[in-house]
């Protein structure tokens, strides 16, 4: 499958550093950011795996940092636009619909299930309130296209914002074939490009494969919904520190022959990385 608006496809065999969900850790980001700085070498892809907002309180700051950074890698060495990718996770997916609000058959309920979900930190950053837009939700359609307008009209203010969210990715893999990134998860039994929205809403498929995806040998996920960290396994790995559960943003660096090779971890302040010695390192088989 070639790269499309749907898909971000890296030139192999590369090196490629992924980010975990963020959920609107903005300090988080920063220090990780840091660290790749230092980490980074020519020829490396980047992907963030989606929840790039969501639960934290500065979601605004947050897609700033990224930004920022996508400038400091787009400039570094070679780079160029299909070197880099975001995903599109379960946060930027509500938020997406969330300008379509007026049109949903119950507004209320389906706003009072985003709030469950993380998106109030979202909208307060803004510039709007979440009771304000269930008041409008209730009110009826006219109020609530009032409200879901100057939400966007909000967002479409910060410079770059707007843009990001729709060059968003649903999945990126490498052009081999040999690795697949997704936000959450992926059905086993379903081609690429046949999954919907699976990647963002189902993980179930994801804990249970055992094989193969058709033919690629790791899935690298950002976000497990059971909050169980990183796990590495023969076929799949979930790289997930936290973020916006009390934990932070993390990245990984993954390679065709190699599988997973370092993780690096923000903090605590005295743990900066989990990287082994090169003699005790031993990779997730792909």
């Known amino acids: 499958m070639e790269a499309s608006v749907k898909f971000a496809a890296f030139d192999a065999p590369c090196r490629v550093w992924a980010v975990s969900s963020i959920h609107s850790d903005r300090d988080g980001l920063a220090a990780l950011h840091d660290m790749l700085r230092e980490r980074i070498v020519g020829g490396d892809r980047l992907v963030y795996l989606g929840n790039i907002f969501g639960y934290g309180a500065d979601a605004r700051g947050t897609v700033d940092e990224l930004l920022a950074f996508r400038r400091w890698f ?33 507004p209320a309920e389906v706003l009072e299930w985003m709030l469950k979900r993380g998106v109030g930190g979202t909208i307060e950053a803004y510039g709007s309130d979440p009771a304000r837009g269930l008041a409008a939700a209730r009110a009826g359609v006219m109020p609530l296209t009032h409200w879901t307008s100057a939400l966007r009209d909000s967002f479409a203010e910060a410079p770059g914002h707007r843009d990001l969210l729709s060059s968003i990715r649903r999945a990126a893999y490498t052009r081999d074939g040999a690795l697949l990134f997704v936000n959450t998860g992926i059905d086993p039994e379903r081609p690429l490009d046949a999954q ?91």
């Open 74 to 106: 787009l400039a570094f060495g070679d780079n160029d636009v299909k070197d880099y990718a975001v995903l599109r996770g379960a946060q930027e997916e509500m938020w997406r619909r969330l300008f379509e609000l007026q049109f949903t058959l119950d």
């Open 196 to 286: 919907n929205d699976t990647f963002w809403w189902e993980h179930r498929g994801f804990d249970q494969m055992e094989t193969c995806y058709f033919g690629c040998r790791l899935v690298v996920r950002g976000y497990d919904p059971e909050r169980r960290g990183v796990r590495l396994a023969a076929h799949t790995a979930t790289i997930d520190g936290g973020a916006g559960f009390g934990g932070r943003p993390i990245a990984a660096c993954i390679t065709r022959a190699e599988g997973v090779v370092d993780i690096l971890d923000p903090g605590p302040p005295a743990v900066r990385s989990h990287r082994r010695p090169e003699r005790d390192r031993k990779a997730v088989p792909v």
